[in-house]
């Protein structure tokens, strides 16, 4: 299996009065919450949800999804996954943090919206050797990378071969491991897309050599 890099646009567009108003919301949430738990939050950075909601309606307005299945890993307080669903995407995350998972679909019933959150390691069963090399590969180690626990996927009733969207924002290093499970796990046809830094995103599809 090879990845397509798929060139979207980084420009801004219109953006709804609604989406306006959640990313106000979730920002002052969001900065409550690094300032109320700063330990707790040592593996929680936000992306720049503007960026990211203007690819994601990129992806839309030109059809470039093969389904409306959308799933991100590592959601932290959940933002992209309840942007994906503002734009009909059936969206769920999988987070490791169960406080975060908890601010997340407060969230979602603040806003009334569909979004569902998991908690759990969206590293599929029997990818061990997939964290092993990655952290091989980078000398790293992160506690949010393991492997033991509870099987995120499981909750959900779905695989990571279910969706047509995966988006993930790796940290330094653990962009290698995302692309490996993604190239081994994912649909073909299916979508990454990444949050790499300030403003940047990247899209790329899974295909079949």
């Not at 989406?19 to 040592?42: C, G, N, Y």
């Not at 169960?98 to 390691?121: H, I, K, N, T, Y």
Request: glycine share 6%; hydrophobic share 40%.
């Amino acid at each position: 299996m090879s990845l397509e890099e798929i060139e979207i646009s980084n420009n801004d567009s219109f953006m709804p009065a609604e989406i306006v108003a959640f990313l106000h919301e979730a920002d002052e949430r969001v900065s409550q919450f690094l300032q109320a738990s700063p330990r707790r939050a040592t593996g929680f950075v936000p992306s720049d949800f503007k960026t990211v909601f203007h690819a994601l309606q990129t992806i839309t307005d030109t059809n470039l999804a093969s389904g409306t299945s959308f799933c991100e890993w590592g959601s932290g307080f959940g933002i992209v996954t309840l942007l994906a669903s503002m734009l009909e995407f059936a969206a769920c995350g999988i987070e490791i943090e169960q406080e975060l998972v908890d601010e997340s679909r407060r969230m979602a019933d603040d806003f009334g919206l569909p979004g569902e959150f998991v908690q759990g390691s969206f590293i599929p069963p029997g990818a061990e050797s997939c964290v092993d090399e990655a952290y091989a590969e980078n000398n790293a180690e992160y506690s949010w990378l393991i492997t033991d626990a509870d099987d995120g996927y499981d909750e959900l009733q779905l695989g990571p071969e279910d969706f047509d969207i995966v988006f993930s924002y790796p940290w330094p290093g653990e962009e290698y491991l995302i692309t490996s499970l993604f190239e081994k796990y994912a649909a073909e046809g299916a979508l990454l897309l990444t949050y790499n830094s300030l403003e940047s995103v990247r899209l790329r599809r899974k295909l079949c050599e």
